[in-house]
T-cell receptor
Framework: DQQVKQNSPSLSVQEGRISILNCDYT??????FLWYKKYPAEGPTFLIS?????DKNEDGRFTVFLNKSAKHLSLHIVPSQPGDSAVYFC????????????FGAGTRLTVKP | DAGVIQSPRHEVTEMGQEVTLRCKPI?????LFWYRQTMMRGLELLIY????????DSGMPEDRFSAKMPNASFSTLKIQPSEPRDSAVYFC?????????????FGQGTRLTVV
């Protein structure tokens, strides 16, 4: 049972524009959310996170938004750069359960020059 | 720190053979996770350990899969006997338990091919 869902397998945007990646989750017990970035032949690397007590967290060009009532989070990348092209995974975890992260299927972002 | 180290990077084996994947977590981390990456399901959590104790193995697909963590610096994921549908990339990750949420650090993965 997929507790974390990324319904868009791919996204293509023009360099300089905004990239918006979406993620939905089903378990209301999740209280910490993360985005990971993955290049081919490498392991996922942490990008940005947000606690359930917040609705927004920003780090440079990356912003994560959390809508708890809708069980939805999104990652905004502004402006998008060709080096951002990668697979992005959304993850959700429960702090009291040792942060056991459950991941979505991933969205492949392509930023065109 | 060298990060999470997985071995081997690539493994090709014949159906029916035993396969053992290895992981060395980051020193000081007390949680260790095994994930399997597939196109359809993304990163599936197979099992995770806290302080070397298995906490949740509900993601282990079948009894053919087993995992151990004999000490804080080493873990194995074993498949016996292996089947072609086990072909995937297997990732190990580690983290330091936190009361405010924390990220896990991933190894580079083991690409397993069962022919």
């Amino acid at each position: 049972d997929q507790q974390v869902k990324q319904n868009s397998p791919s996204l293509s945007v023009q360099e300089g524009r905004i990239s918006i990646l979406n993620c939905d989750y089903t378990n209301s017990m999740f209280d910490y959310f993360l985005w990971y970035k993955k290049y081919p032949a490498e392991g996922p690397t942490f990008l940005i996170s947000i606690s359930s007590i917040k609705d927004k967290n920003e780090d440079g060009r990356f912003t994560v938004f959390l809508n708890k009532s809708a069980k939805h989070l999104s990652l905004h990348i502004v402006p998008s750069q060709p080096g951002d092209s990668a697979v992005y995974f959304c993850a959700a975890s429960r702090i009291l359960y040792n942060n056991d992260m459950r991941f979505g299927a991933g969205t492949r972002l392509t930023v065109k020059p | 720190d060298a990060g999470v180290i997985q071995s081997p990077r690539h493994e090709v084996t014949e159906m029916g053979q035993e396969v053992t994947l290895r992981c060395k977590p980051i020193s000081g981390h007390n949680s260790l996770f095994w994930y399997r990456q597939t196109m359809m399901r993304g990163l599936e959590l197979l099992i995770y350990f806290n302080n070397n104790v298995p906490i949740d193995d509900s993601g282990m697909p079948e009894d053919r899969f087993s995992a151990k963590m004999p000490n804080a610096s080493f873990s194995t994921l074993k498949i016996q006997p292996s089947e072609p549908r086990d072909s995937a990339v297997y990732f190990c990750a580690s983290s330091l338990t936190s009361t405010v949420g924390t990220e896990a650090f991933f190894g580079q993965g083991t690409r397993l091919t069962v022919v």
